[in-house]
Structures are given as structure tokens and as C-alpha cells.
């Protein structure tokens, strides 16, 4: 019995995390299948910050400005539509400001321990057409 509750929640537990994984995980999918358009130097409105725990990934919305093709000051997006400069230093592995490809930033680390990535999601390149598929008689 004890086996069957200890598998129960091995279960339940794999399904949370692999939830929990799904919003970088779609994202980062659509961009290495469809390719993102190149990122200007500007602020960019509406992107997606995707936040690394140990234990889950959260996803929120924000605001980007970019700068030579780095990302030099990130806001954060509260449910009352008003946007917070994040204030904490960031930096990528080498130290120095994050960079972007296809779409998507290196990760990106804070003093505090946070790990996280930057999605441009208005660059995703829309879905390429696909063939309409014939529907043959019913009666052949």
C-alpha cells in the first residue's frame, strides 16, 4: 500500500514539474521550429520573462530595452498594468550584458541567484502555410 501511495505522488509530483516546465519550454520550441525576425535597438513592450527555480519555471510579462544588440534595463509587468524597473545588477555567464538569439536571450543572471531568460515574443515568425489536404468521396 505504501508503495502504491509513495508512486501516486511520484506521479503527481513529475506532472507539476513537467507543467511547471511547459511555459519556457512552448516557447522555446515555436522559436527553434519558426525563427524569430532580428531584434532592433529599442524598447520593446511586450516580452516574456522566463524565471528559473529550482523547482519550476514562471513566466511573467515585461518590457526590454536593448542597446547595441544587449539587453541594458529590464521592466517587470504587475497585474495593475504598471511596469518596475528591476533594479538588481544582471549579467550573463561572462559577466558582462546579455545578448540575444533568434529571439531569445542568453541566460541571465542576478547577485541575488536568479536565472532567467528574456522572449521577444512579437518576433516569432508566423506559421508557414501548409497544404490544404484533399478529402476524398466517400463513395470510391
Known amino acids: 500500500m505504501k508503495k502504491i501511495y509513495f508512486l501516486f505522488l511520484l506521479f503527481l509530483t513529475s506532472a507539476f514539474a513537467v507543467n511547471a516546465q ?3 519550454s512552448q516557447l522555446e520550441s515555436a ?3 519558426r525563427g524569430a525576425y532580428t ?7 511586450n516580452v516574456i520573462i522566463s524565471f528559473f527555480n529550482k523547482s519550476d519555471t514562471t513566466c511573467v510579462t515585461g518590457k526590454v530595452r536593448v542597446e547595441n544588440g544587449t539587453i541594458t534595463s529590464i521592466f517587470i509587468e504587475y497585474q495593475d ?3 518596475e524597473l528591476m533594479e ?3 549579467f550573463n555567464a561572462r559577466k558582462l550584458a546579455p545578448t540575444i ?3 531569445i536571450s542568453e541566460l ?3 547577485a541575488e541567484g536568479e536565472k532567467f531568460k528574456v522572449v521577444f515574443i512579437d518576433k516569432l515568425k508566423p ?5 490544404n489536404k484533399a478529402v476524398l468521396p466517400k463513395d470510391l
Open 81 to 83: 498594468n504598471s511596469f
Open 108 to 110: 541571465i543572471y542576478t
Open 101 to 103: 538569439s533568434n529571439g
Open 88 to 90: 538588481r545588477k544582471f
Open 39 to 45: 531584434i532592433s535597438d529599442d524598447m520593446h513592450r
Open 31 to 33: 522559436f527553434e521550429k
Open 127 to 131: 506559421k508557414s502555410k501548409e497544404y
Open 22 to 24: 511547459s511555459c519556457f
